[in-house]
């Protein structure tokens, strides 16, 4: 039992160095190269999420957003992450925002409609 807590709380700081370079690197310019573009980011997000890599997803989808506001592609990758850890409240929320954003947007529509569907009461 302790052994996993040292080691949950050794992942967890872990992720918290790891974030932290990235946004120093992202400060620098370093971690985006110049010609990197909106395309460029949504490739790398859809790549990241294609390997379940979520915590490299869930940078790219934050930073996307930052880089090319309003980050449509992004918002709509950031609530797919939130998805699969099963934070479907934080999902709807990026939805919500995302369809403020661009109300027409259908995949985001149909993402709401099936989340609101998953957590009514049968």
Known sequence: MTSTLILA???MGFASLLLAAIRRFELFGL??????????????????EQKKRWMEAMVIAKAGIR?????????????????????RRQA??????????????????????????SVRPT
């Open 31 to 48: 971690f985006r190269p110049p010609s990197a573009s909106e395309p460029d980011y949504l490739n790398l997000l859809l790549e990241y």
């Open 92 to 117: 709807v929320a990026e939805l919500q925002v995302l369809l403020r954003l661009a109300p027409g947007h259908i995949d985001a529509k149909h993402m709401l409609a099936e989340l609101n569907d």
């Open 9 to 11: 709380v050794a992942v």
């Open 67 to 87: 880089a090319f506001p309003p980050g449509i592609g992004f918002r709509l990758g950031l609530a797919r992450i939130r998805v699969a850890q099963g934070d």
